[in-house]
């Protein structure tokens, strides 16, 4: 995946805490794409791991106190808060995040954080009964209200043995956070709905119809959405995907379900871009028990299933609200996209081929044409996330001129 760290200044607070350990391999990740990683240790953080560490994985001096001069030609604490493109405080302790909270300024990181107007990202990491006491709590909702962004810890067994939250967040969601602090959030404001992934059709417990689709497409899509700072649903078919961190998911199985869930959804949307390879047929008799082979070989009769974008762009939509459509197709791709384009009233339809091995279905790559009323787009040959961009950069030149209102 793109990196889009280089040339960044990641300053890092670390405080004390047995996570500090993985922090230290977040900090190599960034300083091999290029971000610039100054990092600031507590006192106790230096219990945990040592300056070296760090100095050795980012190749720059690490800061530890206020007042020492030993950093000739580092930068200095108000230096530090004002070149720095974010701040990412991990693991913080109980105690930094009080001292954030109450806008102490008694030690170097604390005093940068003042100082800086960049973002700051916080990710607690301590033991469950800390993390849950009321004090904490109310420490983390006041760090809110501050603007700052608080990264929940994952739940689990701890060093210390308790079970519950207080673990340090996995490094694949901090990376989505920086991501979104760092990016211009262009789609600030969008409701946008997604839908992913292949439905299922069931025949009897045990069997399905089904289609070759695997999501990644749809998952991109959402995931490029709330990197740019749109609300997120995304409503998936079966799939083997993570939930792409930040985004509300809603797991569907058959057409029907999808349906319900995207009518339900859309009132609130101002975008929904339908990449769902919805099934257009299921069988006509879903059996309660399965088909024994004994009886011969069963006749399957389909029914249609709803043609949900159909019946989605023959709704009245709200001012602003825009339906993007996805046309799998593996012959006269543009001629095809159009007619679906005007027959089910869309704003846009995205184009896929699906005959080739590194478009459509399964692939990570994916060369699409857009298609509006008046305009064709081809797209060259890019990776889903940069394709999933490239949607919303047409939808943002083409249809918000103007900021929404
Ligand atoms: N779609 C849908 N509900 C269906 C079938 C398709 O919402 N029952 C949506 C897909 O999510 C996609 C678009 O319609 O955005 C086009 O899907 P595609 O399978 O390419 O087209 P179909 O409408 O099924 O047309 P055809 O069978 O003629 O190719």
């Known amino acids: ?50 300056p070296l560490t760090f100095a050795a994985l980012t190749g ?42 109450h806008g102490f300024a008694d030690d170097l990181l604390s005093t940068a954080v003042l100082a800086t107007r960049a973002p700051v990202i916080v990710c607690p990491a301590m033991n469950t ?37 207080g673990r340090l967040v996995e490094w694949e969601s901090v990376q989505e956070v920086l991501w979104r602090s760092l990016r211009s959030l262009d789609l600030q404001g969008e409701q946008v709905l ?56 809603i797991m ?22 339908k990449s769902a390879a919805v099934s257009d047929f299921r069988p006509a008799v879903q059996h309660e028990h399965k088909v024994k082979k004994k009886n011969g070989a069963p006749a399957l009769e389909l029914v249609r299933n709803p043609d949900i974008l159909y019946e989605i762009g023959r709704k009245k939509r709200k001012p602003g609200q825009l339906v993007i459509g996805f046309a799998a197709e593996s012959e006269n791709l543009e001629m095809e996209g159009k007619r679906k384009l005007q027959r089910k009233n869309l704003d846009m339809i995205a184009v896929n081929d699906i005959s080739g091995s590194d478009t ?29 961009d490239r949607i919303f950069d047409v939808l943002k030149e083409k249809f918000r001129s103007s900021p929404l209102s």
């Open 129 to 165: 009964r800390m993390y849950q006491h009321r004090a904490t709590q109310d420490n983390l909702s006041r760090l809110r209200q501050l603007g700052y962004t608080v990264v929940d810890p994952e739940s689990g067994l701890m060093a210390c043995k308790d079970e519950g939250p």
């Open 60 to 101: 720059e001096s690490v800061y530890t106190s206020m007042f020492a001069d030993e950093h000739s030609g580092a930068m200095s604490h108000i230096e530090l808060a004002q070149e720095a493109s974010v701040f990412l405080i991990a693991p913080a302790s109980a105690q930094t995040i009080a001292r954030l909270a």
């Open 360 to 388: 459509g279905f399964e692939a990570d790559t994916n060369r699409l044409i857009l298609l509006t009323g008046d305009e064709t787009i081809e797209l060259p040959l890019l990776s889903k996330s940069e394709t999933a």
């Open 252 to 273: 569907v199985e058959t057409a029907a379900e999808m349906f319900e869930a995207v009518c339900r959804e859309f009132e609130k949307a101002t975008i929904l871009v």
């Open 1 to 50: 995946m793109g990196t889009g760290f280089a040339g960044n200044i990641i300053v890092v607070g670390v405080c004390g805490s047995i996570a500090a350990f993985k922090v230290a391999g977040w900090v190599s990740t960034l300083a091999k794409e290029e971000a610039r990683v100054p990092v600031v240790m507590t006192d106790s953080a230096q219990k945990f791991i040592t």
């Open 194 to 249: 997604v839908t992913a992934g292949p439905t299922r059709e069931p025949i009897d417990p045990a069997r399905f119809i089904s289609n070759r689709s695997s999501g990644k497409m749809g998952y991109a899509l959402a995931r490029a959405a709330y990197r740019r700072g749109a609300d997120v649903v995304l409503v998936s078919g079966p799939s083997t995907l993570n939930c792409p961190y930040g985004v509300r998911r």
